[in-house]
């Protein structure tokens, strides 16, 4: 016999069982066969093996997700990983902002306050921004590289023992079939005895790979308790950061109330953390909020004082001072003024200024 006439009678001898398993199958579907059920504990496990899959498979996607919303660039990183190519390196939302902060800051110039507000919170982005790439890094090769090999190599051999073991059943029930069918039963059960005893191996060979889940479990329940420690350490080191920049720019006045009785609007002093635990997680319950000084003093007393100018402030109409950051003028208060305004002096020079802008020396 030679390898083309072996071939040809291989082929037939396959397409007659993927016709007999067809057979099979269908005559299941429609009740007209009986089908050999697989015991409850091998159900059981073949369920929790597909769960595990279909659960791993969402996270894995929506944690990508989390750490990259850019579609985009999850593709372009996902074709790079299928290439097993390096990504070229790109800058993140943070370090663009902290950047397009820095360049602001700088052109509005760093001796302003705007501008050196700008450079202070573009640094912090930025360091937020390396702090995120450290993130993205250890959760993919501690959590998202674990959850990948599984779908990608456990499962599939998981997958490709049980479809085998399908074909095993299959071909045992079309055997049972044939013997009720055949005329010479002694050849039928030889061929009974042999279906059975593959189905009985590779059913144990399947049970010994999905006993293994619960070992894979164990072994993902390791990488998440990775990912939660390395969500932990960004967001605590970014909590640091934000604590350092607030106490950088002090008492920044950020908000501004309008007055529909005045032609200029008084700014409104923003309140700083006195006292806040050093780990990032701490209660909230320990946060002291404070004044950042008590410029309501002067209005208990009858004289005037010294203060330092903080910030620049452009006066909005004759009635109030111009300022420059770092200056001392004279202050006092007028009765009937509102309360967020003082009259400030300095030399010939007369009008209304916002307290805090100010701060009172002793």
């Given at each position: 016999m030679n390898i083309m006439d072996f071939n040809v009678k291989k082929l037939a001898a396959d397409a007659g069982t993927f016709l007999s398993r067809a057979v099979q199958f269908t005559e299941e579907k429609l009740g007209q066969a009986e089908k050999t059920e697989l015991d409850a504990h091998l159900e059981n496990l073949l369920s929790k093996a597909e769960c595990t899959k279909?659960?791993?498979?969402?996270?894995?996607?929506?944690?990508e997700v989390l750490l990259q919303p850019n579609p985009n660039a999850r593709i372009e990183e996902f074709v790079y990983e299928k290439l097993d190519r390096k990504a070229p390196s790109r800058i993140n939302n943070p370090e663009l902002l902290g950047q397009y902060m820095i360049d602001a800051g700088t052109e509005f110039g760093p001796g302003t306050a705007y501008g050196n507000a700008l450079i202070k919170c573009g640094e912090t982005q930025k360091r937020i921004g390396t702090a995120d790439r450290e993130l993205i890094q250890t959760s993919a090769l501690n959590f998202l590289t674990p959850l990948r090999n599984f779908i990608e190599g456990d499962y599939k051999t998981i997958a490709k023992e049980r479809k085998l073991l399908q074909n095993k059943r299959l071909d045992l029930d079309a055997a049972k079939t044939r013997l009720k069918k055949a005329k010479a039963a002694e050849t039928r059960n030889s061929e009974l005895r042999i279906t059975q005893s593959e189905f009985d191996r590779q059913a144990e060979i399947t049970r010994l790979l999905l006993e293994g889940i619960s070992s894979t479990h164990a072994h993902h329940l390791r990488c998440l308790n990775d990912f939660v420690e390395a969500q932990m350490t960004y967001y605590a080191q970014c909590y640091q950061y934000m604590l350092?920049?607030?106490?950088?720019?002090?008492?920044?006045?950020?908000?501004?109330?309008?007055?529909?009785?005045?032609?200029?609007?008084?700014?409104?002093?923003?309140?700083?953390?006195?006292?806040?635990?050093?780990?990032?997680?701490?209660?909230t319950s320990g946060l002291v909020i404070t004044s950042p000084s008590n410029l309501s003093d002067l209005k208990e007393c009858s004289g005037s004082r010294k203060a330092r100018v903080l910030y620049d402030y452009d006066a909005a109409n004759s009635t109030e001072l111009s300022l420059l950051a770092d200056e001392v003028i004279t202050v006092f208060s007028v009765v009937g003024m509102?309360?967020?305004?003082?009259?400030?002096?300095?030399?010939?020079?007369?009008?209304?200024?916002?307290?805090?802008?100010?701060?009172?020396?002793?």
């Open positions: 279909i659960w791993t498979e969402k996270i894995m996607k929506q944690t350092d920049l607030q106490k950088q720019l002090g008492s920044f006045p950020s908000n501004y109330l309008s007055n529909n009785n005045q032609t200029s609007v008084t700014p409104v002093p923003s309140v700083l953390p006195n006292a806040i635990g050093s780990s990032a997680m701490a209660s509102d309360s967020d305004w003082l009259m400030g002096e300095r030399g010939n020079q007369k009008g209304k200024v916002p307290i805090t802008y100010l701060e009172l020396l002793n």
